[in-house]
């Protein structure tokens, strides 16, 4: 119990636990608690109870009980902290930061250029000092002239569902709908694997998931295999940008610390992700639930007030020193479970979403091309709302039989009001860009990490590789190219040409690593041009299961090396193309001499398809046996085998 009391977590807890039990009337109790440590720290000087002493990672700091003062005056910073560590290292970052001041209310971090602690009392409060002069922050390295900023939202799980930009008329999207009209909107943009960690380390390093080894959830990372490649951030960060970022812009773990210091400036710590589940059933993700009180608990609220800080240090920066800016915002809705307020969930009716009406499995496809999931409907209360009484019910879908309509009414009821939730908080981050006046000096890029079934093919999921888990929407406002502005393009994009393709619009310097993604920057002087690209290319592996549609099964610790199969797909302006090859998980090879376990191939005859705008016509029959198309399955197959070639 003495070891427990010495934890420096429970010295954590104990400055909120203490003041809480005394404002209940339980001050005996907190007495109890407190007397406890003080035994229990008795000759030890370095692990002093919470009243007072110095934490041995942060320096010194103070646990006020009763209340914490604040320097309102001399305040340079207030932002949304992870916890008040990071508050701390914000301020040991920081050279013009004398004292700062963690308010666990609202989890808002104060630094101010003021050593002492004077000005209005705020309840439950860690707040600390310099013990030492700073020691100078090294100049960054010299920007270059005209360098335009960079405000770049990664959203998660989103397929393409606005309101104007994408055509989904049953989608709520103010926000996202503005910046479209004054946006490029690409019809045409692909992840290289549909699931959040190949995807992110994809587009964050600037390789293809077959370079970076990186083929599920796992925590390994592209720093496993190249741990001095230079990231997208970190290319801004080494031509004299600021850059910050919060969110799920990297995948958790993946790599670890958020890639701190390498990729992030370290005037700010880096705004960390969350897990953030329905409070009544926290242990799935395949569930939802609308929430009444107040927005701070969600945490995109919290990620957009931090972002919001961010853009005001970036602001007096850009003031003093002209100093460009690249801030990163990884959005965590709508990706599972679907947590939203509840004036959210009132936008839509349920009885009112359509449904898919492409429920059936794609014809003649093959059933290892499915994904297989389970989700939980909770109980609805008298306004039809989630969270009334009763059980939750559990779905399993299959490639043989649609589920419950309701259910997937209510399914997609969810997935729109979060969709919806994260237009508001990319609103604020916008409006707050404004009035800023940095609006017009900032290129500001919003996609998805990968795209989303909703019931199509009675699938809920992404991890697949057909059209609607590999497309995602991508907004890209560029001032300084008015061509692009409010005009679209069908080029076929990639989410891995997107560091080199921002680094030319900011006017940096060409990236110096070997960067697998293309530089399609010339599509916003001529959206119509689509001669940038030929092919978009994406891949998804399965296991090996004695059921067929259950290869998807690649959960668990060293799932890369179950993987059997790995399928590959290719996109042209007229069709995808999906081979299923043998793949050696142990050399992380294919086997192409064995040829093709299977294949897939879909029309997307720009006279005809009409999937780009409505997906119930997306890839309803696999069309690889036609004899008419053989020729094309010859030529995609080749540049199968050329882009993915060992």
């Given at each position: ?101 963690f ?60 309101h ?44 293809r ?8 959830n ?28 919060g ?67 970036a ?24 947590k ?16 898919a ?10 059933l ?31 490639p043989?039989e ?9 399914a ?16 604020r ?15 500001v ?5 990968h ?7 009675n ?43 921002l ?42 299961g ?62 005809l ?10 890839e ?27």
């Open positions: 119990l003495a070891r427990v009391f010495a934890s420096p977590d429970f010295l954590m807890m104990m400055g909120v636990l203490v003041p809480w039990l005394r404002r209940i009337g339980l001050s005996v109790v907190a007495m109890s608690l407190l007397a406890a440590c003080t035994q229990a720290h008795q000759g030890n000087a370095t692990r002093p109870c919470p009243q007072d002493g110095e934490h041995d990672m942060c320096g010194p700091f103070r646990i006020s009980q009763e209340h914490c003062v604040w320097t309102p005056k001399n305040q340079i910073a207030n932002f949304t902290s992870y916890s008040y560590r990071d508050c701390c290292a914000a301020c040991k970052a920081n050279p013009d930061c004398q004292s700062w001041y308010i666990i209310f609202d989890t808002s971090c104060r630094l101010s250029s003021d050593s002492a602690m004077q000005g209005k009392p705020t309840d439950k409060c860690y707040s600390g000092g310099r013990s030492q002069p700073p020691s100078p922050s090294p100049p960054p390295p010299p920007f270059p002239k005209n360098a335009l900023n960079v405000l770049y939202f990664v959203v998660d799980d989103f397929r393409p569902e606005m104007d930009a994408y055509g989904q008329s049953q989608l709520i999207t103010p926000n996202l709908d503005t910046l479209a009209s004054e946006s490029l909107v690409f019809d045409h943009a692909y992840c290289q694997m549909a699931v959040c960690s190949p995807s992110r380390n994809s587009f964050m390093s600037g390789r998931p077959k370079t970076t080894r990186v083929f599920t796992n925590r390994v990372s592209f720093r496993d295999v190249g741990p001095n490649w230079i990231t997208m951030p970190e290319h801004f960060k080494k031509h004299g940008f600021l850059t910050l970022g969110g799920k812009t990297y995948h958790p773990n993946s790599p670890p610390d958020w890639d701190e210091p390498k990729s992030w400036s370290q005037e700010f710590p880096y705004y960390r992700f969350h897990m953030s589940h329905c409070p009544d059933f926290t242990a799935e993700l395949g569930t939802w639930c609308a929430l009444n009180g107040t927005l701070d608990q969600f945490y995109d609220y919290r990620l957009a007030n931090s972002t919001m800080a961010f853009l005001d240090y602001k007096q920066q850009r003031d003093a020193t002209q100093r460009p800016f690249f801030i990163m915002a990884g959005m965590r809705r709508p990706h599972g479970p679907w939203v307020p509840t004036q959210y969930w009132d936008l839509y009716n349920t009885k009112d979403i359509k449904l009406t492409n429920m059936n499995y794609t014809k003649d496809a093959p290892l091309a499915y994904f297989a999931t389970s989700f939980w409907r909770p109980p609805t209360d008298a306004s039809g709302r989630p969270g009334g009484p009763g059980n939750y019910q559990m779905y399993n879908t299959t043989f649609p589920i419950d309509f309701q259910a997937q009414r209510e997609r009821h969810a997935y729109y009001a979060a969709v919806s939730w994260t237009d508001s908080q990319v609103g981050i916008l409006n707050h860009l404004k009035k800023l006046d940095l609006y017009d000096s900032t290129i890029v919003i996609h998805g990490d795209g989303y079934h909703l019931g199509e093919h699938m809920f999921h992404k991890f697949t590789n057909f059209e609607l888990t590999a497309r995602t929407p991508l907004l890209m406002r560029v001032p300084n190219k008015p061509k692009s502005i409010g005009t679209r393009t069908k080029v076929l994009a990639e989410l891995v040409d997107m560091y080199p393709t680094a030319r619009l900011a006017n940096t310097p060409s990236p110096t690593d070997d960067l697998e993604g293309t530089d399609i920057s010339s599509v916003f002087d001529d959206p119509a041009d689509t001669s940038s690209k030929e092919f978009a290319f994406s891949q998804y592996p399965r296991c090996v004695a059921t067929p549609w259950l290869y998807n099964n690649c959960g668990g610790a060293g799932s890369s090396k179950k993987l059997g199969l790995m399928g590959m797909t290719v996109r042209n302006s007229t069709l995808r193309f999906t081979a299923w090859v043998p793949w050696d998980p142990m050399s992380q090879k294919t086997n192409w001499t064995a040829g093709p376990y299977a294949v897939e191939l879909y029309p997307h005859d720009p006279a398809d009409h999937c780009s705008d409505d997906f119930n016509t997306c309803n029959a696999n069309l690889a046996k036609m004899p008419k198309y053989a020729n094309a399955i010859e030529t995609l197959y080749k540049a199968i085998k050329k882009r993915f070639q060992d």
